[in-house]
Nanobody, 125 residues
Framework: QVQLVESGGGLVQAGDSLRLSCVHSARTFSNTAMAWFRQAPGKERKFVAAISRFSDGLYYVESVKDRFTISRDNAKNTVYLQMNSLRPEDTAVYYC??????????????????WGQGTQVTVSS
């Protein structure tokens, strides 16, 4: 059973930066596409960013392009989300998600098999 543990959330002001981390428990991490989703209060969970196994495929929702960067360190079993120029509308619980091994990244939440517990990001204006 894969476990994902996120960290790095917090309360920041508009314009600040945060870096989220997600540690994957399995040895198959290097063969696994990963993604970040977020869920604001009262809203559905939405795609933020995804990364392929070897970091050669990066995908972002339009609203975070040029502000957020997804990356991974396969030696550390960790995926990151660097968030710059944060806005109040970025406020949400951020979830790390993992596909089954050897599948490409997607933007669709039902296609991810494993999920972290979420980390809260709050951006004040």
């Amino acid at each position: 059973q894969v476990q994902l543990v996120e960290s790095g959330g917090g309360l920041v002001q508009a314009g600040d930066s945060l870096r989220l981390s997600c540690v994957h428990s399995a040895r198959t991490f290097s063969n696994t596409a990963m993604a970040w989703f977020r869920q604001a209060p009262g809203k559905e969970r939405k795609f933020v960013a995804a990364i392929s196994r070897f970091s050669d495929g990066l995908y972002y929702v339009e609203s975070v392009k040029d502000r957020f960067t997804i990356s991974r360190d396969n030696a550390k079993n960790t995926v990151y989300l660097q968030m710059n120029s944060l806005r109040p509308e970025d406020t949400a619980v951020y979830y790390c998600a993992s596909r089954a091994p050897n599948l490409p990244p997607t933007t669709r939440a039902p296609e991810y098999t494993y999920w972290g517990q979420g980390t809260q990001v709050t951006v004040s204006s």
